[in-house]
């Protein structure tokens, strides 16, 4: 699973990169994301495909009561998206979620006592795209209005089962040439073979 990323290029960088403009540019803090604290990352979303947004990572969806839900679904396995209640009715909220590295951590021994982390990148650290859905959800006391996404995961290949390996699975990155084709249609042409492994 990811539950940790990084985000190094600044605003103009990424603008250039994936051909949008950040809605508000001065939300945006270049950094390392851990999923668990809920930041606001860089994402492209289907219905703004020329847009950067900051939305929260940790998907909240629209029935949820309230937000708690959220550290339960920082990851979606692609394979069971249209079964589980918080992802199927929004399947077709496409995104791509801005990044340059995922982190990762090997087990040296059986119960994980000893570990040791990876950092996973492209080569040359350029910035790439996750596969994400996003829902809107409607805070029932305050009325304020939160995006929220999640990071869809698959089966991890020769390389991620090495350092992942433990549940074997690994994040899906969308290829460049095929982003638009993810964010519009939903089809997945991914990347994931050309990621590097570096012990950190």
């Not at 994402?43 to 950067?52: D, E, K, L, R």
């Not at 304020?144 to 991620?160: D, F, P, V």
Request: proline fraction near 5%; hydrophobic fraction near 40%.
């Amino acid at each position: 699973m990811c539950f940790h990323s990084k985000q190094s290029k600044s605003a103009q960088e990424l603008e250039n990169r994936f051909k949008a403009r950040f809605a508000d540019p001065y939300r945006y803090i270049p950094g390392r994301y851990n999923g668990f604290q809920h930041p606001q990352t860089p994402v492209i979303t289907h219905n703004h495909p020329n847009t950067i947004q900051m939305i929260q990572w940790g998907l909240i969806p629209s029935w949820a009561a309230d937000d708690s839900i959220k550290k339960h679904t920082l990851n979606a396995r692609i394979e069971t998206l249209h079964e589980k209640p918080a992802f199927r009715d929004v399947i077709n909220n496409r995104c791509l979620v801005l990044a340059d590295g995922f982190f990762e951590w090997q087990w040296l021994d059986a119960k994980g006592k000893a570990k040791q982390p990876y950092l996973l990148t492209l080569p040359g650290e350029e910035a790439f795209g996750f596969a994400g859905i996003w829902s809107v959800w409607t805070d029932r006391n305050t009325g304020e209005q939160i995006q929220s996404y999640t990071l869809l995961t698959t089966k991890a290949n020769e390389l991620m089962s090495r350092v992942h390996n433990t549940q074997k699975r690994m994040p899906i990155l969308i290829s460049a040439d095929k982003e638009n084709a993810w964010l519009n249609t939903g089809e997945l042409v991914m990347l994931n073979s050309r990621l590097v492994a570096t012990v950190i």
